[in-house]
Nanobody, 120 residues
């Protein structure tokens, strides 16, 4: 079992930045690939970014490429999503996920979600 808890969401103006964090507990964190997904109002859940268990390989959705950075610290059992140059269309509930597959465009374990709102 893996338990995931997101934090760091909030309200930010367009062009601003937020850093989301996901704290993991349970199964060995370093064995899992990790990812961030998001779901905007009226839209389906979509893939945002993923990182391999080793931390050296990443994958990003085209919509966030060059603006978002995913990273992990296996010693601290955390994964982060640094979000820069935020746009109103980034507004969504962001979810942390863990899984054993690659590419990781779904997950076996999910966090509760954290709201990100980008608005002036």
């Amino acid at each position: 079992q893996v338990q995931l808890v997101e934090s760091g969401g909030g309200l930010v103006q367009p062009g601003g930045s937020l850093r989301l964090s996901c704290a993991a507990s349970g199964r060995t964190f370093s064995s899992y690939n990790m990812a961030w997904f998001r779901q905007a109002p009226g839209k389906e859940r979509e893939f945002v970014a993923a990182i391999r268990w080793s931390g050296g390989i990443t994958d990003y959705a085209d919509s966030v490429w060059g603006r978002f950075t995913i990273s992990r610290d296996n010693a601290k059992n955390t994964v982060t999503l640094q979000m820069n140059s935020l746009k109103p269309e980034d507004t969504a509930v962001y979810y942390c996920a863990a899984g054993m597959t690659w590419p990781l465009h779904s997950g076996n374990y999910w966090g509760q979600g954290t709201q990100v709102t980008v608005s002036s």
